[in-house]
């Protein structure tokens, strides 16, 4: 589907242009500053609310696409476009995106290149998402890493040099690793060409059969460590508690996604054979991750650590149900062959590729909520020491009513989006991985506990008397944390406005790593 407007190119260019004009306004002038990057940030939700309502639920591929020729002599191409797949992620970004901002305007110190920053940022984001071609998304897989490494940086806390060169250090690698294996895929397939969907139709046939496991490898390395999946995440923790809150919240709701979605996007369409084949390693890394995790945040003395961790164990279910994607066409043939009826495990497949995109979304809301909440106790206490906070419901209990609802929706509690993410997940992968789903529970478990804790750590009990009088929730706070508290409920409770979108995308991705 085409649209009169480019309205991809201009969900990437506003931020970029906010970014640009910036550059413009006096240093000093922090006010104008705040304002043109606020707007920057808010303009895409409504261009994206406009791509959603003209997006065909129904039609297969791309739409509202855009291309041009970009770099003729290598066959790159400026090639937007958005399906069922990403169409969530780039709303995601949208919402997440005008929260950030808000939440900057606490940001005191070198106002004009923090804002600059952070337009770039959510520009590289956005068009991870919208790009469909693989060196425009290599373009803005790196933007995406730059402006994070300076944010961290100059603005995290005490340790932020340690933590923002381990943050470059690993997604470097990640990003060397990923670059090799695109070229390689374009050598191999002889396409002349880097349009994603070209060279994954090639690739199955093009790529010899003793390359295909190392450049899948290259593939999925890449994004393993930008996901972060055990044991390649001790960046994330390091990266969360440095950076300043609004970065923290970029980089749990949409930065840690980029991994995950390039998988979906990348590796398993590009080789679907191999990805079949890994599916059990895959399953059996993904289930370390959830309960590594969960019983890492669960010990935890520091309140940002703790929801850094959580994080490593929510997108462990990610992977999880894209390995059960993975595995289902191979266990529905199995099946066939032994006389039952492989209907129910190819349904199990897609239910497992919906829960990924669904538990993204997901965790994207709950893990941006809970950092906005650390970062309002930190302004005002100073520490994220869990034996120096409690007793805020009677000291700050709108804030504390806030942290009850994140906590309850990290859990998975029913009626929150993240329910019905775990729920989509364990019924996807429970006919093809049934020891991984049981394993997996023990994670809920740990979830539940880690979350428990947090609330009765920071809310119960008597308040310290040094903590007496603290402001609660200011009008600006709460207009950040209302609109992730009201998207967690209408997923939760009307997860059709998601899954809708995801019917058609993701009947197509599992014929695709069924080979069919």
Not at 325 to 340: D, E, I, M, T
Not at 342 to 356: C, K, N
Not at 462 to 472: K, N, V
Not at 486 to 491: D, G, I, P, Y
């Given at each position: 589907?085409?649209?009169?407007?480019?309205?991809?190119?201009?969900?990437?260019?506003?931020?970029?242009?906010?970014?640009?004009?910036?550059?413009?306004?006096?240093?000093?002038n922090h006010r104008a500053i705040r304002l043109v990057g606020t707007v920057a940030m808010?303009?895409?939700?409504?261009?994206?609310?406009?791509?959603?309502?003209?997006?065909?639920?129904?039609?297969?591929?791309?739409?509202?696409?855009?291309?041009?020729?970009?770099?003729?002599?290598?066959?790159?191409?400026?090639?937007?476009?958005?399906?069922?797949?990403?169409?969530?992620?780039?709303?995601?970004?949208?919402?997440?995106?005008?929260?950030?901002?808000?939440?900057?305007?606490?940001?005191?110190?070198?106002?004009?290149?923090?804002?600059?920053?952070?337009?770039?940022?959510?520009?590289?984001?956005?068009?991870?998402?919208?790009?469909?071609?693989?060196?425009?998304?290599?373009?803005?897989?790196?933007?995406?890493?730059?402006?994070?490494?300076?944010?961290?940086?100059?603005?995290?806390?005490?340790?932020?040099?340690?933590?923002?060169?381990?943050?470059?250090?690993?997604?470097?690698?990640?990003?060397?690793?990923?670059?090799?294996?695109?070229?390689?895929?374009?050598?191999?397939?002889?396409?002349?060409?880097?349009?994603?969907?070209?060279?994954?139709?090639?690739?199955?046939?093009?790529?010899?059969?003793?390359?295909?496991?190392?450049?899948?490898?290259?593939?999925?390395?890449?994004?393993?460590?930008?996901?972060?999946?055990?044991?390649?995440?001790?960046?994330?923790?390091?990266?969360?508690?440095?950076?300043?809150?609004?970065?923290?919240?970029?980089?749990?709701?949409?930065?840690?996604?980029?991994?995950?979605?390039?998988?979906?996007?990348?590796?398993?369409?590009?080789?679907?054979?191999?990805?079949?084949?890994?599916?059990?390693?895959?399953?059996?890394?993904?289930?370390?991750?959830?309960?590594?995790?969960?019983?890492?945040?669960?010990?935890?003395?520091?309140?940002?650590?703790?929801?850094?961790?959580?994080?490593?164990?929510?997108?462990?279910?990610?992977?999880?149900?894209?390995?059960?994607?993975?595995?289902?066409?191979?266990?529905?043939?199995?099946?066939?062959?032994?006389?039952?009826?492989?209907?129910?495990?190819?349904?199990?497949?897609?239910?497992?590729?919906?829960?990924?995109?669904?538990?993204?979304?997901?965790?994207?809301?709950?893990?941006?909520?809970?950092?906005?909440?650390?970062?309002?106790?930190?302004?005002?206490?100073?520490?994220?020491?869990?034996?120096?906070?409690?007793?805020?419901?009677?000291?700050?209990?709108?804030?504390?009513?806030?942290?009850?609802?994140?906590?309850?929706?990290?859990?998975?509690?029913?009626?929150?989006?993240?329910?019905?993410?775990?729920?989509?997940?364990?019924?996807?992968?429970?006919?093809?991985?049934?020891?991984?789903?049981?394993?997996?529970?023990?994670?809920?478990?740990?979830?539940?506990?880690?979350?428990?804790?947090?609330?009765?750590?920071?809310?119960?009990?008597?308040?310290?008397?040094?903590?007496?009088?603290?402001?609660?929730?200011?009008?600006?706070?709460?207009?950040?944390?209302?609109?992730?508290?009201?998207?967690?409920?209408?997923?939760?409770?009307?997860?059709?406005?998601?899954?809708?979108?995801?019917?058609?995308?993701?009947?197509?991705?599992?014929?695709?790593?069924?080979?069919?």
């Amino acid at each position: 589907m085409s649209a009169s407007l480019p309205y991809l190119s201009l969900i990437l260019g506003v931020p970029a242009a906010g970014a640009l004009l910036t550059l413009l306004i006096p240093r000093e002038n922090h006010r104008a500053i705040r304002l043109v990057g606020t707007v920057a940030m808010a303009v895409p939700l409504l261009l994206v609310a406009a791509v959603w309502a003209g997006f065909d639920p129904a039609a297969g591929g791309p739409q509202f696409v855009e291309r041009y020729r970009w770099i003729p002599t290598l066959g790159a191409w400026y090639y937007l476009g958005v399906d069922g797949l990403s169409l969530p992620l780039v709303a995601l970004t949208a919402l997440i995106a005008p929260i950030a901002a808000l939440a900057s305007w606490g940001i005191e110190e070198r106002v004009k290149e923090y804002w600059v920053l952070l337009g770039l940022l959510v520009t590289g984001i956005f068009g991870v998402f919208l790009a469909l071609d693989y060196l425009l998304f290599y373009v803005f897989f790196e933007l995406s890493l730059i402006p994070m490494y300076f944010l961290i940086g100059v603005w995290g806390g005490p340790r932020r040099d340690y933590a923002s060169l381990k943050f470059f250090i690993y997604t470097l690698v990640g990003s060397i690793v990923l670059i090799v294996g695109i070229l390689a895929l374009y050598l191999l397939t002889g396409a002349s060409t880097f349009d994603m969907v070209e060279l994954a139709r090639r690739a199955p046939a093009a790529v010899p059969e003793a390359l295909k496991l190392p450049l899948f490898l290259l593939l999925f390395v890449g994004f393993a460590i930008k996901t972060p999946m055990w044991p390649v995440h001790t960046w994330l923790p390091d990266a969360h508690v440095e950076a300043p809150t609004p970065i923290s919240v970029i980089l749990a709701a949409v930065l840690l996604k980029l991994g995950t979605y390039g998988m979906m996007r990348i590796t398993w369409p590009t080789l679907p054979d191999v990805a079949r084949d890994l599916a059990g390693a895959l399953a059996t890394l993904a289930v370390v991750a959830i309960l590594y995790g969960a019983f890492t945040a669960l010990g935890q003395r520091d309140f940002k650590r703790l929801v850094a961790y959580s994080s490593v164990s929510q997108m462990g279910f990610v992977v999880l149900a894209l390995a059960a994607a993975a595995a289902a066409p191979g266990v529905a043939q199995a099946a066939q062959l032994a006389g039952r009826d492989p209907q129910v495990i190819l349904e199990a497949g897609q239910s497992a590729t919906m829960a990924a995109v669904f538990m993204m979304v997901a965790h994207g809301l709950a893990s941006a909520l809970l950092f906005l909440l650390v970062g309002f106790w930190y302004d005002r206490t100073h520490t994220r020491d869990f034996d120096r906070l409690g007793g805020m419901f009677r000291t700050t209990p709108v804030g504390a009513t806030f942290l009850g609802i994140a906590a309850f929706a990290n859990l998975g509690l029913p009626g929150f989006s993240t329910f019905i993410g775990e729920f989509f997940t364990l019924m996807g992968t429970l006919p093809v991985f049934p020891t991984a789903v049981y394993v997996a529970l023990v994670g809920l478990v740990g979830a539940a506990m880690y979350n428990l804790t947090m609330l009765q750590r920071v809310t119960m009990g008597a308040p310290r008397p040094e903590w007496s009088g603290l402001p609660d929730v200011t009008p600006r706070e709460l207009a950040t944390f209302v609109p992730l508290v009201a998207a967690m409920l209408l997923l939760g409770w009307m997860p059709g406005l998601l899954t809708q979108v995801l019917s058609t995308p993701v009947a197509q991705f599992v014929a695709k790593l069924g080979g069919m």
